[in-house]
């Protein structure tokens, strides 16, 4: 029997990295996602006994903390993977087969879960998109893997090629240019507490959407989508505004220390505040010699819509991490050379 849901890799597969490479000596350094090592500190938070034994119906205090960090009409979600996983089957059941154009290369989940409702997509280069018109158009700001961005005039002429413009804001939080973009009318726009906040495990994101779409999401998700606790939680760290200030500024400061080693070593890179890929015909070789050195990162080999090798880092937790992969760095390079 065939596996008909698709299989699209992801980051933070220790396990298997485990199996290919054992246990490292040092232990492993986990690089290969984009999620702040320095999370905000859920656990300072108190949780309310309502929040553990009530269904949890977003109360007005948490709907308030959410418009006031994303926007107005901003609605708790199960992580943004909920809502790209909701999205082609509300389009389907309001207007049946959608013609499709995903930026590429980005989030797989994207292309994947379009293909999987029998919608018709199209994987198109940046340079490329809102040439021919579809009816959605899905592109991340800033993209992942490669930290691109458009600019508002950009992204306005995007919205016009097609009836959805589906932005996957996923890693906008860390700059404050990329958090406060104003999007067309027609933006569906994606957001996560997964990146910025830390708070992968959490599950919590937010959607804001045009009616009458954002209610057809919202009844597609159901009732009671994202627990009580991830609530609270979640409504704390939005309110937390000091701690967004200097976790901005960390992040920075640390993309750029994690930059200037790459660029020591020769690799040309791009990103965001959260991470840098470099691009290179030898990305395998790195990835895989990273990997022997317990130094885990995303492999990124893309044949759609064109050629694409890259590995991408996320940000070591502190010095002591950066210098572990400067070494490795070095190391590996030397042998790749020879």
């Not at 569906?188 to 910025?196: A, C, E, P, T």
């Not at 967004?244 to 640390?254: F, G, P, V």
């Amino acid at each position: 029997m065939s596996w008909p849901w698709p299989r699209v890799p992801h980051g933070a597969d220790l396990a298997r990295a485990r199996s290919l490479y054992g246990e490292p000596a040092l232990g492993w350094m986990d690089l290969s996602t984009g999620i702040h090592p320095r999370g905000w500190p859920a656990e300072a938070c108190r949780v309310s006994e309502a929040a553990w034994r009530e269904l949890p119906a977003p109360p007005r205090q948490v709907l308030d903390a959410f418009e006031r960090y994303y926007g107005a009409g901003a609605w708790p979600v199960a992580g943004s993977q909920a809502v790209i996983q909701a999205l082609p089957r509300v389009w389907r059941r309001l207007r049946g087969a959608a013609v499709v154009e995903v930026l590429a290369p980005s989030y797989g989940e994207h292309a994947a879960r379009w293909s999987l409702e029998g919608h018709a997509v199209r994987l198109t280069a940046a340079q490329h998109l809102g040439r021919e018109r579809a009816d959605v158009m899905v592109m991340a700001l800033p993209n992942n893997p490669t930290g691109e961005r458009c600019s508002s005039i950009r992204l306005h002429q995007l919205a016009a090629a097609c009836e959805w413009l589906v932005v996957d804001a996923a890693f906008a939080d860390a700059d404050d240019g990329d958090h406060g973009m104003r999007m067309p009318a027609n933006a569906i726009v994606l957001r996560s507490l997964g990146k910025f906040f830390g708070l992968a495990g959490l599950r919590v994101g937010a959607v804001l959407a045009p009616e009458p779409w954002r209610a057809a999401l919202i009844a597609e998700l159901g009732p009671w989508a994202v627990s009580g606790p991830g609530l609270e939680v979640a409504a704390a760290a939005l309110s937390d505004a000091r701690w967004q200030h200097d976790a901005r500024q960390w992040l920075a400061a640390q993309s750029r220390a994690l930059g200037e080693r790459l660029s020591r070593h020769g690799l040309a890179h791009q990103g965001t505040a959260l991470f840098r890929t470099a691009r290179l015909p030898q990305a395998r070789a790195l990835h895989e010699g990273l990997a022997r050195a317990g130094i885990w990162t995303r492999l990124f080999e893309l044949r759609d819509p064109e050629p694409y090798e890259a590995v991408r880092f996320g940000l070591p937790a502190d010095e002591r991490a950066l210098q572990r992969l400067d070494l490795a760095l070095g190391k590996v390079l030397e042998e790749m050379s020879k």
